[in-house]
């Protein structure tokens, strides 16, 4: 498969032609004269690499709006008790949904930590999006049930990783510190290690996580994880929001990625900016997540952008923190470096997952400022075309090889049920 992209608008405001051959960018000049299967004229049509959306729960779109405006706890129980009769069915109607709703709006790779996670992969593997997949594990400190959750990872790893023409990777994904013993969270390190995988887990999301561990184990969550061995370059890390300037300094020492998830944490009211100028003094990785449907609402990576530099510039009242190009780098570089991927850039060698989005859009003229324009400006209807693997799975605004009307149609059957 090869395609030819004629005319298009990079980020410095030149115009290029992009050559997509084997999944690959092979070309990207001023001018490519080749033969490809299918030629697209990108006049008037910005290219940017895919968005990265580093830490979401996608089949939680089936809960979407079922628990609103309550407090954390509340809204935990809440969901809870729609997750525990959660079935395969209603997972992988959510799942597809939700692959629906992130590849129209431009997202090309996301990672995912949900139970039922064969059904999230045959989402991904029917779709065409790429994403890194790990089956969350709980064992609230129960030898039993540590050993069941780690053999579901391994079966799940067996089964799917590399799988779906190399788009899906298994991570190993511990929940969080408060619902994983020690011990698990050190059998998931050595798993991750072997087998070469992902270590994706919630961090500091909340204030009462940060004093529970304390009250626990003597320790700060990253400075706990530190004690266990935990932390390495393979571990992204979800929220960050209640991080200490010398939890950054550590986690940055060992590598870890970020995947900061502001509209998640805002709607949530967990009461944290996360340390952003901390990890950038300190080198680290940052990266960006929607989280789940139940908390966002959306899986928008356009919200997510705006509402981090909104979040940070105005929790330090300082209106140079978090910079357009700095953000947008995040959502796509720095996601695709948090997840091990050799995309997040236009660059010949890499994965061809980019975007083409509209430049005539009336909320996006003029192109004074290309970054400002995508970060506080742009929405998902302004992206019209996605390709992933050189795939060109969504052409001018519609999915090209998939039903859509048909998953929407059984996933508004399957969340029928879930009212009430
Ligand atoms: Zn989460």
Same mark, same amino acid.
């Given at each position: 498969m090869s395609v030819l992209i004629k005319n298009a608008t990079l980020l410095s405001g030149k115009k290029a032609d992009i050559l997509l051959q084997e999944g690959k960018i092979s070309k990207i000049r001023p001018s490519v004269s080749a033969s490809a299967e299918e030629r697209i004229d990108a006049s008037g049509l910005l290219a940017l690499p895919g968005f990265v959306n580093t830490h979401t729960h996608c089949a939680m779109a089936i809960l979407r709006g079922l628990a609103e405006d309550l407090r954390m706890e509340d809204w935990l129980s809440a969901v809870r008790k729609k997750e525990k009769n959660l079935s395969f069915a209603q997972v992988r109607a959510g799942a597809l949904l939700a692959c629906v709703e992130m590849l129209k709006s431009g997202i090309t790779c996301f990672s995912d930590m949900y139970f039922h996670m064969d059904a999230v992969a045959s989402a991904v593997q029917q779709t065409g999006i790429r994403a890194v997949l790990g089956y969350g594990m709980v064992d609230l400190g129960e030898p039993g049930l540590r050993k069941k959750e780690l053999a579901e990872t391994k079966r799940f790893v067996k089964k799917w990783h590399q799988k779906a023409e190399g788009r899906i990777s298994c991570a190993v994904a511990p929940h969080s510190v408060y619902l994983c013993s020690a011990e698990l969270l050190k059998q998931s390190f050595h798993l991750s290690k072997e087998f070469g995988l992902r270590l994706h887990i919630h961090l500091s999301e909340t204030r009462k996580e940060v004093f529970d561990c304390l009250k626990m184990t003597g320790k700060r969550p990253a400075f706990y994880l530190e004690s266990l061995g935990f932390l390495g370059p393979s571990m992204v890390a979800a929220h960050c929001g209640w991080l200490s300037k010398e939890e950054v300094r550590v986690l940055a020492r060992h590598g870890v990625s970020a995947s900061l998830c502001p509209v998640s944490n805002m709607k949530l009211a967990t009461g944290a900016t996360a340390p952003l100028p901390e990890m950038q003094e300190f080198g680290m990785n940052v990266s960006l997540g929607t989280d789940g449907a139940a908390s966002n609402n959306s899986l928008s990576m356009f919200d997510t952008m705006k509402l981090l530099g909104l979040a940070q510039k105005n929790s330090r009242w300082d209106a140079s923190i978090a910079p357009a190009h700095y953000i947008l780098s995040a959502a796509t570089e720095g996601g695709a470096n948090a997840l091990g991927i050799k995309s997040g850039r236009l660059?010949?060698? +890499? %994965?061809?997952?980019?975007?083409?989005?509209?430049?005539?859009?009336?909320? +996006? %003229?003029p192109w004074h400022n290309f970054q400002s324009n995508i970060?506080?400006?742009?929405?998902?209807?302004?992206v019209r075309h996605v390709f992933v693997d050189g795939k060109h799975l969504v052409q001018d605004g519609r999915l090209a090889f998939i039903d859509e009307e048909k998953i929407k149609d059984e996933f508004i059957s399957q969340a029928s049920s879930l009212q009430g």
């Open positions: 660059q010949e060698g +890499l %994965l061809a997952d980019l975007i083409l989005i509209d430049m005539r859009a009336p909320n +996006l %003229l970060i506080y400006c742009a929405h998902p209807g302004n």
